[in-house]
């Protein structure tokens, strides 16, 4: 079992900036790449930001150039800077873990964070 603790959500004017903090604990060994989700009450859980263990990043399109992902390792943490916020950034933030095999397959499950809330003003 994985728990995922974000932090760092909040009210930003748009332009400004924001970062979330995802720190991970228990069974480390059965989870790699993590990544960044969000949601809106009209879109479904879309992908923002995934990294992997050796720190290749990829990123959703609308948020290229303004958000960048990182991971400390040894703190079992990944980081999200988000700058130049605009409204339509505004949503829960959740962090992701897939579960993977000692061989690094992914099992189909996913462990989950219960989200950090971004509000960008216009």
């Known amino acids: 079992q994985v728990e995922l603790v974000e932090s760092g959500g909040g009210l930003v004017q748009a332009g400004g900036s924001l970062r979330l903090s995802c720190a991970a604990s228990?069974?480390?060994?059965?989870?790699?790449?993590m990544g960044w989700y969000r949601q809106t009450p009209t879109k479904q859980r879309d992908l923002v930001a995934a990294?992997?263990?050796?720190?290749?990043?990829i990123y959703t399109d609308s948020v290229k150039g303004r958000f960048t992902i990182s991971r400390d390792n040894a703190k079992n943490t990944i980081y999200l800077q988000m700058d130049s916020l605009k409204p339509e950034d505004t949503a829960v933030y959740y962090c992701?873990?897939?579960?993977?095999?000692?061989?690094?397959?992914?099992?189909?499950?996913?462990?989950w964070g219960k989200g950090t809330l971004v509000t960008v003003s216009s």
């Open positions: 992701n873990a897939p579960e993977t095999t000692a061989q690094g397959y992914y099992t189909g499950r996913d462990y």
């Open positions: 990294i992997g263990s050796g720190g290749s990043p």
């Open positions: 228990g069974s480390l060994g059965s989870i790699n790449a």
